[in-house]
């Protein structure tokens, strides 16, 4: 074994040699990443999507997914909202809604509502206005696609543990014994029972990430996090700052490769599908400018209720940024709600507890009967500029992830784990969520460019050699 791993290494090792000798950019082939395989090789990158011909498996898949409707006009193409052919919002929030189109439609997709229960714009970004229902339709020219939202009274939280941005709320009630029970175990071990090793696969494609979202199955890895993310060892820099990768890797409309700050492949989200883990779930919302599959827009739904059951995440609503009113919070880039021209919003992220605030203890987020939301969240603007329904580096989007109840934030830098400099509250020398007590630190600008931008040929590959032994490593550890 021990002669086979050498091996491995000097071959590695030369490849990688050559390559600095022939002049060859490692990061040339960032936009070619492989597809994933079906016996032939493809070359689809951002810009091709998938065609009109489908299989009569696919086909029935695709029937399958959600009641999704996908109305087609002859050869003309097809477009097909992803949410399904219904979705329920409380009044006030907002969701936005994302649109298949065949590779033969280049026009902009247009919508229009009817009914006053909500508005929707040019965007697909509904909000719910009143109590009722409303239709909301799709178009490109004569095809078009419709969904019915119903909107119902929002629910008074009475059994949550969380203080939001607009109420301060008492934390969620449990029962004495598993109190007590989770009170004695140390967060360290909590983390580790819940990420235990199994022989879960993720999802391999599109449809299968469907299929499982039809049976309430997560399409990415089944561990909860712990609070704060795991940041890579090796993070590029340019002009003394973190870059922000702007570099796009969609195979097709919905799939998306996540790689690591050397180029490589470390794993691919699907629209539609469910994720649960911190990396997989801020490449979706930085990809697909939504939430995955198994989160819930209110904050009332409970495990019990939902398909998603340990599964479920909730809270998707507005975030204010308002630093008048949360004097604690720094001001996030152009936010509405210190005056810019962005709208920022929150979702929850479960963790395995939390130990960075003593008004939180260290309780799972959802332990199949009851959710404890804890004080994660992924607060994110996503401006579809050309309104492609892609992130393709010219639309501009913010992802910032806190763990503190938005004292303090790093912000996502599109590579596995890339999270930029902390900045915030706390960072400065403030007091956890004081409105008296407060020095927020500002926010910390980033490179906006490409990973190559920050590393030589010959740097990537000495870094580059010591990661893939490292990770040979662990993989046979």
């Given amino acids: 074994m021990n002669s086979g791993k050498k091996l491995l290494s000097l071959l590695l090792a030369l490849v990688i040699f050559i390559t600095v000798l022939t002049g060859c950019d490692p990061f040339s ?7 994933e395989t079906t016996g032939e090789s493809s070359s689809e990158t951002s810009d091709n999507f998938p065609s009109d011909e489908t299989s009569e498996e696919s086909t029935e898949q695709e029937s399958m997914q959600g009641d999704e409707t996908t109305t087609e006009v002859e050869n003309n193409g097809s477009i097909a909202i992803l949410q399904g052919s219904e979705y329920t919002l409380e009044v006030g929030d907002s969701i936005r809604l994302t649109v298949y189109k065949s590779a033969s439609i280049k026009d902009t997709v247009g919508w229009f509502a009817e009914g006053q229960t ?20 799709a178009f ?30 008492t934390t969620e009630s449990v029962e004495t014994g598993e109190r007590d029970e989770l009170e004695k175990r140390p967060v360290d071990e909590i983390f580790e029972a819940v990420n235990s090793p199994s022989d879960y696969t993720p999802a391999g494609s599109y449809e299968d990430a469907l299929d499982r979202s039809q049976n309430g199955e997560l399409s990415g890895y089944p561990f909860v996090p712990d609070q704060a993310p795991i940041i890579s060892e090796y993070q590029p820099m340019k002009d003394g700052k ?21 180029g490589r492949e470390v794993f691919r989200i699907y629209r539609g599908g469910a994720y649960i883990t911190l990396e997989e779930v801020a490449a979706y919302v930085y990809a697909f400018g939504s939430v995955p599959a198994n989160h819930a827009s209110g904050k009332s739904t409970k495990p019990t209720s939902s398909i998603w059951e ?14 008048s009113r949360y004097p604690y919070e720094p001001e996030l880039p152009r936010i509405s709600g210190c005056g810019g021209d962005l709208q920022y919003w929150e979702m929850d992220i479960g963790t395995t507890g939390t130990d960075c605030d003593p008004s939180y203890r260290p309780a799972l987020y959802n332990n199949g009967s009851k959710i404890t939301r804890g004080a994660a969240r992924i607060v994110y603007t996503w401006n579809d500029l050309n309104n492609n329904g892609i992130n393709d580096g010219n639309d501009v989007v913010f992802v910032f992830y806190t763990y503190n109840h938005y004292n303090d934030f790093q912000e ?11 900045f915030g509250n706390i960072t400065g020398g403030g007091k956890l969520s004081s409105k008296t007590n407060y020095n927020p630190t500002e926010y910390v600008p980033v490179y906006s460019g490409y990973l190559k931008d920050g590393i030589s040929k010959a740097e990537y590959v000495v870094l580059a050699w010591v990661d893939r032994r490292a990770f040979e490593l662990l993989l046979n550890a």
Wanted: glycine share 6%.
């Fill in 310 to 323: 340990s599964y479920l995440r909730v809270n998707h609503t507005r975030f204010s940024g308002d630093t």
């Fill in 412 to 422: 996502y830098l599109n590579y596995y784990g890339g999270w930029g400099e902390m």
């Fill in 29 to 35: 082939d960032f936009n070619d990443l492989p597809s």
């Fill in 118 to 137: 909500v508005y929707v714009d040019e965007n697909g970004l509904v909000t719910a206005l009143s109590v009722g229902d409303a239709t909301v339709t």
């Fill in 140 to 169: 490109v020219g004569s095809i078009s696609d419709s969904i019915v939202i119903h909107v119902v009274e929002k629910e008074i939280e009475t059994t949550e543990s969380v203080t939001t941005e607009a109420t301060e709320e």
């Fill in 242 to 262: 973190f870059i922000k990768n702007n570099d796009s890797y969609y195979i097709d409309y919905n799939t998306y490769v996540v790689i690591d700050a050397y």
